[in-house]
């Protein structure tokens, strides 16, 4: 696996415009939309609990997103994930805030039970916690950890779910248990604008809807996203989130797959290499 095979991913997303299923949260789900549409996936909101297995049925991907949760929405996240498993549609789930308060923690796990999840992809306190592991959470960003190596934690998740897992940060780290990558690309004004992470999420499930090997979708779309944000700084950076928000979005739509190899940063590494 190199960066010309990770990058020829986009250009299949692009191709195939697949549909991707959003549950998501309230805060991010005109951002994830367009988000979506600049990258070159066609996205949906459905949350209804009379149409979310019909939906999850015919989508290329499914993102359960429990940013912003409530009873009705986790018992909705359970039945589309269940159709998607039963229609073979893979499922990226974030489970936002988990180990910010007991329920949610509770939710994430439930959520995990319940449903074959593909793709986990959260922030090191958040998949420590769905994991039975300690690690400080502030709201729902990952606190330091001294001592906290990411690249364990990420195997022990893999290993312990049997999935693959997503760790973002200063560096991204990908790993089916087997083997993995390591991406350094991405910028930190990323941190400065909401719903960052969240369309993440929903862009691996666009690259997952195309590509059948996850751990590479998944390293694709990490590539692609934190190069198109540095694009984005490059550009706008200096002038404030906001006009890096937008710019953002440009940035997305335009990124080529050159461009994923000629800026790409990842390390490719197996458990016993």
């Not at 990842?266 to 458990?271: A, S």
């Amino acid at each position: 696996m190199n960066t010309p095979f990770l990058s020829s991913i986009l250009d299949k997303v692009r191709a195939a415009n697949p549909l991707v299923h959003n549950m998501t949260n309230e805060v991010v789900t005109n951002f994830t939309a367009n988000g979506l549409l600049a990258v070159g996936a066609s996205p949906v909101m459905a949350y209804a609990i009379e149409e979310a297995a019909d939906m999850a049925a015919f989508a290329g991907a499914l993102v359960l997103n429990m940013g912003t949760l409530n009873a009705g929405l986790v018992e909705a996240m359970i039945v589309a994930g269940r159709s998607a498993n039963l229609h073979g549609v893979p499922v990226v789930f974030d489970p936002v805030g988990a180990g910010a308060t007991a329920y949610r923690t509770e939710t994430a796990r439930k959520i995990l039970k319940e449903v074959r999840v593909s793709v986990l992809r959260g922030n090191a306190a958040e998949v420590a916690h769905v994991i039975g592991k300690d690690w400080a959470i502030k709201g729902v960003d990952a606190g330091s950890q001294v001592g906290g190596n990411v690249k364990n934690l990420a195997i022990t998740a893999a290993e312990q779910l049997q999935i693959v897992v997503v760790i973002t940060g200063k560096e991204d780290v990908i790993t089916d248990g087997k083997r993995g990558f390591v991406i350094a690309n991405g910028h930190p004004i990323l941190t400065k604008v909401t719903g960052t992470g969240c369309l993440l999420t929903s862009v691996i499930g666009a690259f997952a809807a195309v590509e059948p090997d996850l751990l590479s979708a998944g390293a694709s779309a990490l590539t692609f996203y934190g190069v198109a944000a540095q694009m984005a700084a490059e550009h706008k950076g200096g002038e404030g989130p906001g006009s890096f928000q937008i710019e953002f979005l440009n940035q997305l739509a335009s990124v080529s797959a050159s461009d994923v190899e000629r800026l790409g940063s990842v390390r490719h590494w197996t458990v016993n290499g």
